[in-house]
C-alpha cells in the first residue's frame, strides 16, 4: 500500500502491465471521435512522434504570436462556439495555471467578465478573495464525500462531488450557494466556495477523464516547460467533434518531439512477477507432495 500511494495512477498501470502477469485487453477502437475524425487521426499521428497533421473543420490551428494575441483569439472562439453549441459543450484546456494572458487564471477572469459580467441584477458572492457570480461555470476542486445531491424536486439523488466535477451556479441565497452538476443540485454553504474555481477554462490535468464536443487548446512558447506529447495528446482528445488550436506551431512541434513521461523507477512490476513465480513454485510444490502422499 504504501509503495502505490508513493507513485501517480499512470505509473501503476504502467508497472502492472510490464509486469507480464495481469491479463491485458488493448483498445483499438475509436469510439469518442467518429472514424473518420481529424482529431482521431492526428491523435495517433501525435502519439507516433508525427508532426505532419491533418487541419480541416474538426481540427483547426489559429497562428498567435504572443499570450497576449492568443488570449484574444481564444476569448473570440470561445463566445462564438459556446452561442453554436451551449457553454456546457465547449471548454478551454491551457497547460498552464497562472502565468500570463492563455493561462487558466488569467483566461477565468477575462471571459467571465466578458460573458457574465458584473451588472446590479446578477447577484454574487465574495469569499477569502475569489467571487462567484449566477450562472458562473465552476469544477469541484477536492473530494467532498459527505455532500447531498438533489433532483429538482428536492428529492436526494446522491452523496459526493469530486476533484475535477464542473457545475453552474443557478442560485446565490446570503451566504449560500446552489450549483447545479449535470441535474443534480448541491447546496454549497460559504465555507466550501475554497472547494470551487471558475472552470471556464481549466488546466489540461484537470481535463483527464472529461470529454467536450469542442476543446480550445493555447499552445505557445512560453508554456514549452509544461509541453508533452502526452498532455497534447490527452487534451486534443478529450474533444468529440473540435479541435481549435491557438498559438505557435513550433509550440507544437515542440510537444510533439517532447515524449519525456517522468517514469518512476519503483520496481513494482518486477516484484509482482517475483511474487508471482514464488507463489506458483510453492503451490507447484505443495500440489507434488500431495501427489507423492496419495501415492504412498
Same mark, same amino acid.
Given at each position: 500500500?504504501?509503495? #502505490?500511494?508513493?507513485? %501517480? ?10 509486469? %507480464? ?8 477502437? &475509436?469510439?469518442?471521435?467518429? *472514424? ?29 504570436? =504572443? ?14 462556439? &459556446?452561442?453554436? !453549441?451551449? &457553454?456546457? *459543450? ?21 471571459? @467571465?467578465?466578458?460573458?457574465?459580467? $458584473? ?10 478573495? +475569489?467571487?462567484? @457570480? ?17 433532483? =429538482? ?17 443557478? +442560485? ?28 471556464? $477554462? ?7 477523464? =472529461? ?8 499552445? #505557445? ?27 505557435? +506551431? @513550433? ?7 517532447? =515524449?519525456?513521461?517522468? !517514469? ?6 518486477? @516484484? ?5 513465480? $514464488? ?18
Amino acid at each position: 500500500a504504501d509503495q #502505490l500511494e508513493s507513485v %501517480g495512477a499512470g505509473d501503476v498501470f504502467h508497472e502492472l502491465i510490464g509486469s %507480464g502477469v495481469v491479463p491485458v485487453t488493448v483498445l483499438d477502437e &475509436i469510439f469518442r471521435q467518429a *472514424q473518420d475524425s481529424l482529431i482521431a487521426h492526428n491523435a495517433r499521428f501525435i502519439n507516433e512522434g508525427k508532426t505532419t497533421l491533418y487541419y480541416g473543420e474538426d481540427f483547426a490551428f489559429h497562428k498567435a504570436e =504572443s499570450q497576449e494575441e492568443a488570449a484574444s483569439i481564444i476569448r473570440e472562439l470561445y463566445r462564438e462556439q &459556446i452561442a453554436a !453549441k451551449g &457553454i456546457e *459543450q465547449v471548454e478551454i484546456l491551457s497547460p498552464f495555471r497562472s502565468e500570463g494572458e492563455a493561462s487558466v487564471n488569467s483566461l477565468n477572469e477575462a471571459i @467571465r467578465e466578458e460573458i457574465n459580467p $458584473a451588472v446590479p441584477q446578477t447577484p454574487e458572492i465574495v469569499y477569502a478573495g +475569489k467571487i462567484f @457570480r449566477l450562472n458562473d461555470r465552476v469544477m469541484q476542486m477536492r473530494n467532498n464525500y459527505e455532500i447531498k445531491l438533489y433532483n =429538482s424536486s428536492g428529492k436526494q439523488v446522491g452523496e459526493g462531488v469530486f476533484n475535477g466535477d464542473i457545475g453552474t451556479i443557478r +442560485k446565490i441565497s446570503g451566504t449560500n450557494v446552489v450549483i447545479e452538476f449535470d441535474g443534480r443540485y448541491m447546496d454549497c454553504p460559504q465555507v466550501l466556495l475554497d472547494d470551487l474555481e471558475l472552470s471556464y $477554462a481549466i488546466t489540461i490535468h484537470k481535463s483527464m477523464g =472529461s470529454e467536450y464536443d469542442t476543446v480550445i487548446i493555447p499552445l #505557445l512558447a512560453a508554456h514549452n516547460v509544461l509541453l508533452t506529447r502526452n498532455l497534447l495528446y490527452t487534451a486534443i482528445t478529450r474533444a468529440k467533434r473540435r479541435v481549435l488550436l491557438v498559438g505557435e +506551431k @513550433r509550440a507544437l512541434y515542440m510537444a510533439i518531439h517532447r =515524449s519525456r513521461k517522468g !517514469k518512476r523507477n519503483t520496481m513494482l512490476g518486477e @516484484r509482482i512477477a517475483l511474487y508471482y513465480k $514464488a507463489v506458483t513454485r510453492k503451490a507447484l510444490r505443495n500440489e507434488e507432495g500431495k501427489e507423492w502422499q496419495r501415492a504412498s
